[in-house]
């Protein structure tokens, strides 16, 4: 049976601008993605976050078709959701933040529902280190597995609070850039033992287009990313692998090395559907056979047949 799992992170409006289109207002956010990405493994989803009075209902009610416990999503009367703008490059795999406004989030007190305490699972999505360490203060029993993801705008703003997060977690999610400023070295195999001492047993480096590394001691696992035909919007892809890692790691509640491998493929799988199209468009709208082929995908990528001698 599938064990429960919280999410926390942001829920936002991101206005987004690609080679291939612009959209404004449309809802993103880290815990919206990796939520929303988790809600495809385990029936046992809640997320942590805040929005203003702006948000709309329907996307609401869009979590809980996903059989996503909002209660602890706090709304906020005569306040902003958190909004975040974004321009990709030619190339997809960087970007330029053009606008964050904390709005709701300045001042957010996260409170984790008392029945949702001791979830097994929790994934400390992209969110201040500082609310990120809040949550992990009222967690009644360690969970089994902590997942940790941030960005390279947190390490410039807050990096001591986030050095304190890293202590207390078990997995860190980042992208290569960010691996290289957290650890100043360009290697990255030397820049992974150096974010290992820091506190995470496991470092997941992500790579965009190139797929993504699991370190471990001196074990490393690489897994590519699939090739797509068509990237349209590579927002939230970071969170949906996330979101994808720990929805698998949750449904299967095995926490070993190995399965972690299998996690990665899963979350690869779901990042991979979430930048075919704008915003959470094509997240929301996943059949079950469709992650199984997508799985399949990488299984066949990753195949090969050699002989040593
Ligand atoms: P990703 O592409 O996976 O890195 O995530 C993009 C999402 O992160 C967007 O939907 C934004 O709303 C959200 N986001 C952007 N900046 C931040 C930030 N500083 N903290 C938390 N979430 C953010």
Redesign the pocket.
């Known amino acids: 049976m599938s064990s429960s799992l919280l999410v926390i ?2 829920v ?1 409006f ?1 206005n987004l601008e690609t080679p291939f289109g612009k959209a404004d207002m449309v809802v ?3 815990a ?2 990796a939520g929303l990405s988790a809600s495809y493994f385990t029936p046992y989803t809640s997320i942590v976050s805040v929005v203003g009075e702006d948000f709309p209902q329907s996307f609401i009610n869009t979590f809980r078709e996903h059989k996503i416990n909002t209660e602890g999503l706090q709304i906020k009367k005569g306040e902003k959701s ?1 909004f ?1 703008a ?1 321009k990709y490059h030619i190339d997809m795999n960087t970007r330029d ?1 053009l606008d ?1 406004q904390l709005n709701v989030l300045a001042d957010f007190d996260p409170v984790v529902p008392e029945n949702l305490r001791s979830s097994e699972y929790l994934l400390l999505g ?3 280190p500082k609310l990120q360490l809040r949550v992990l203060e009222q967690m009644a029993v360690r969970p089994k597995l902590v997942v940790m993801d941030t ?1 390279n ?2 390490m410039e703003t807050a990096l001591d609070d986030l050095k304190l997060v890293l202590k207390q977690v078990d997995v860190l999610t980042i992208n290569d850039e960010e691996a290289r400023l957290l650890s100043g070295e360009y290697s990255l195999v030397k820049a992974a033992k150096k974010i290992m001492n820091m506190g995470p047993q496991y470092l997941i480096i992500k790579k965009g287009e190139n797929g993504a590394l699991l370190f471990r001691d001196n074990k490393v696992f690489f897994a590519p990313a699939l090739p797509l035909e068509d990237v349209f919007d ?7 692998f996330a979101g994808g890692f720990i929805g698998y790691m949750a449904a299967t509640d095995d926490i070993s090395f190995e399965n972690m491998r299998r996690a990665i493929i899963y979350g690869s799988a779901m990042a991979s559907f979430t930048v075919e199209k704008f915003g959470t468009e094509r997240l929301v709208n996943i059949k079950e056979d469709e992650v199984a082929t997508r799985i399949q995908s990488f299984v066949n990528l990753m195949q090969v047949d050699m002989e040593l001698n």
């Open positions: 992170g942001t936002a991101d993103g956010g880290a919206t993605y958190f975040w974004g933040t964050t992209n969110l201040m960005m705008f947190w590579p927002t939230g892809a970071g969170d949906s």
